[in-house]
């Protein structure tokens, strides 16, 4: 049975549980489960890697149909046999026997096998078309020198020009039916695609961020004693099973926490970009707009309106309460607004939950021509591999030890 977390009681209350933890409850409880077929949205999202392994187990050997919607890249590629892609740009549905991997090949070569044959049409049909123009122009053409020697009264010429327009305008017919025989190839719709940049802040001073002698106690955990220093420039994965202390230590490097013992400080000039494991940042009853605003107050709504569109969030959301929207959305929010503000330390929790494919790749590119510091808590095999860091720490159980 998948362990909730190490300390955790069984009476405790689901409410109080980290994200990770509740997530492994939801685990326990799909491999007790006895159904013959299994719907999956998103079931990576918070586990660890210990979670992430027992998952992956059951769903190779569970005998029963498992449809999994799932955007953890590493995930699918170990379990699925078979994808269902839901292509919006083309309007189409597309089905892929075989793993991720093959699906990717497969996609790219329909996709440029599509390209391929449009440009072959549009080819064909513009040099037909071309030619149908200079044909006109010659039917064009011989009228007018018809006209012109109208006068001479030789019947031959007469008779030769009329038969070389007439010529011409059959040709030029012909032409044009060629054109409508023409089977179409309408042209490949073009994705919808992010292009983000996370806007830079002026340098932070040499230390960011630093714990002194620190500990933390939140009713049966704790965090620490530690002590840890973040200087600028370094790039810090942080890894750890559920409910080890990774948020906490978070909260604590930013001041978000009273400390039980010890000090906690921040360096100069810090600014700060984040997207909290509970996208917490836009969950209020404002419209969006109105909540995107206030973090920007010196932007036009316009512009407001321009950036978050860039990010997909169109009229129909801009103007409902943050709230209603999707987690994947407010994620989206959180993206834009880390392009909207300047930033020195980019503090990311799991920022791959509840984004899809091209987003995440797009995050990794722009955490590639990032300059600054960065604290980046993620369980997402395939980002860790992806994302330039020179630090890992390791959460255990309240303790944090370099690996």
């Known amino acids: 049975m998948a362990e909730v977390a190490p300390g955790v009681a069984l009476d405790a209350e689901m409410t109080g549980l980290s994200g990770g933890q509740a997530a492994r409850v939801g685990l326990a409880s799909l491999l007790l489960s006895r159904y013959d077929l299994l719907l999956l949205d998103e079931p990576t999202n918070d586990l660890d890697l210990a979670g992430l392994d027992q998952l992956e187990r059951f769903v190779a050997g569970s005998r ?133 940049e996370i806007a830079a802040a002026p340098r932070a001073g040499a230390v960011v961020a630093s714990l002194r002698g620190a500990v933390v106690r939140r009713g049966g955990f704790t965090l620490g004693p530690l002590d840890l220093q973040v200087d600028w420039g370094d790039r810090v994965a942080i890894t750890g099973a559920n409910g080890s202390g990774k948020s906490t230590l978070l909260a604590a490097l930013l001041g978000r926490v009273p400390l039980d013992e010890g000090t906690a400080s921040l360096g100069a000039a810090v600014q700060i970009g984040e997207i909290d494991q509970a996208r917490g940042l836009f969950l209020g009853e404002q419209q969006l707009l109105d909540a995107f605003g206030a973090e920007v107050p010196d932007w036009p709504t316009s512009e407001v309106r321009t950036l978050l569109a860039k990010f997909g969030l169109t009229a129909e959301h801009v103007l409902r309460p943050a709230a209603t929207l999707s987690p994947g959305e407010r994620t989206r929010a959180a993206l834009a607004l880390l392009q909207a503000r300047g930033v020195n330390v980019l503090v990311l929790d799991e920022p791959t939950n509840h984004l899809d494919l091209p987003a995440i790749e797009q995050l990794e590119t722009a955490l590639a021509g990032y300059t600054g510091t960065l604290l980046l808590v993620t369980h997402d095999r395939r980002m860790l591999d992806a994302v330039h860091t020179t630090r890992r720490l390791e959460v255990t159980r309240g303790q944090v030890a370099e690996a």
Do not use: C
């Open 64 to 196: 029963a149909g498992i449809v999994v919607v799932s955007h953890d890249r590493e995930f699918l590629a170990r379990t699925v046999t078979r994808v269902v892609e839901l292509d919006l740009a083309q309007q189409l549905v597309r089905v892929v026997d075989g793993g991720y991997e093959a699906y990717l090949t497969e996609r790219e070569v329909a996709r440029r096998h599509a390209r391929e044959e449009y440009e072959e049409f549009a080819d064909t049909k513009a040099s037909l078309e071309a030619r149908a123009r200079m044909q006109r122009n010659w039917m064009a053409k011989g009228v007018r020198d018809s006209i012109k020697k109208s006068k001479d009264g030789d019947k031959h010429i007469k008779a030769a020009n009329r038969a070389s327009s007439e010529k011409q305008a059959a040709k030029a017919k012909q032409t044009q039916r060629m054109i409508e025989r023409l089977d179409v190839v309408e042209e490949p719709r073009k994705e919808w695609e992010l292009r983000m």
